[in-house]
Nanobody
Framework: DVQLQASGGGLVQTGGYLRLSCAAS????????IGWLRQVPGKEREVVSC????????YYADSVKGRFTIARDNAKNTVQLQMRSLKPDDTAVYYC???????????????WGQGTKVTVSS
């Protein structure tokens, strides 16, 4: 079975830092683009960042550009999302997702992890 284990969420103050990690198993990791999307109740899911299979293309939503950094380690089957200068609007459940192609459409991703909650207090 494919598993995407997300970790690293928590409670942080405005301006703070968190690093999310995603550990993948059950798939050929470097065959997949990996994304982080977030979900807030009552709002549409948003792909905040994604990275191509070979690490040469990265996408950031305008809302996180300049604050979030995505990186992958194909040798360890992991992806990390460093989140700096966090804002209350970043509060959400963050999901690690995998898909064949790098896409900004949440529905394009085949596999989803269980999510990790990020709360940014004002």
């Amino acid at each position: 079975d494919v598993q995407l284990q997300a970790s690293g969420g928590g409670l942080v103050q405005t301006g703070g830092y968190l690093r999310l990690s995603c550990a993948a198993s059950g798939l050929t990791f470097d065959d997949y683009a990996i994304g982080w999307l977030r979900q807030v109740p009552g709002k549409e899911r948003e792909v905040v960042s994604c990275i191509s299979r070979s690490d040469n293309t990265k996408y950031y939503a305008d809302s996180v550009k300049g604050r979030f950094t995505i990186a992958r380690d194909n040798a360890k089957n992991t992806v990390q999302l460093q989140m700096r200068s966090l804002k209350p609007d970043d509060t959400a459940v963050y999901y690690c997702v995998a898909g064949v192609f790098l896409r900004t459409d949440p529905g394009a991703y085949t596999y989803w992890g269980q999510g990790t909650k990020v709360t940014v207090s004002s």
